[in-house]
């Protein structure tokens, strides 16, 4: 992790990728952190997809905002080109930079409804404060279940715009009636 006054520690709680079908060329890559930092500031995160040996064979990265304060979740997830033979997911965080626009969006009162998405899949709701002028553009969920499967989703504020509010993040990629455990959530942009 680079040195910065704005991320003191980053650690992983979860990562991974999955394609959403066997023929797809293309694979969801996330990540769930928990941070400690002194921002507001954005970290950036360097996705590599690696064959069976450790070569690496596709890079890709998507941002964090770092706040100030301690034990913050962040989620991230990004699609990619997911070339024949990628087999593991290897990420770091490779710059650390000072943005007064990137601070660190509080999420509450997360719940999961089992088929709360047009009566078949997960809908995850709750609610959100941010700082200062500026809103998120939008939420990302990481869920697993029992067995270990995960399904990323994405979702927006109810109210665009919105300094704070209620939330909705659908995982229309889950399989039908597929029940999480555990879900972590946090904002993109």
Known sequence: MPSSEVLKSAKVVMAGGYKASKDSGYAKLYSVWKVDGTGPGEATIQYELLDSAGKVLETTEDKINVGSGTGMTKVSNKISKAPAGAKKVRMKITKVTEDENSHDISVSNVKVTKDGHEGRWPLITGTFKAPGDIGPVGFSAVCQDSTGRV?????????????SGDFRVKLGA???????????VGQTG
């Open 151 to 163: 399904v990323v989703g994405n979702g927006l504020p109810t109210v665009t715009g919105a300094k």
């Open 174 to 184: 889950a399989p039908e009636h597929w029940e999480p455990s555990s879900c972590f």
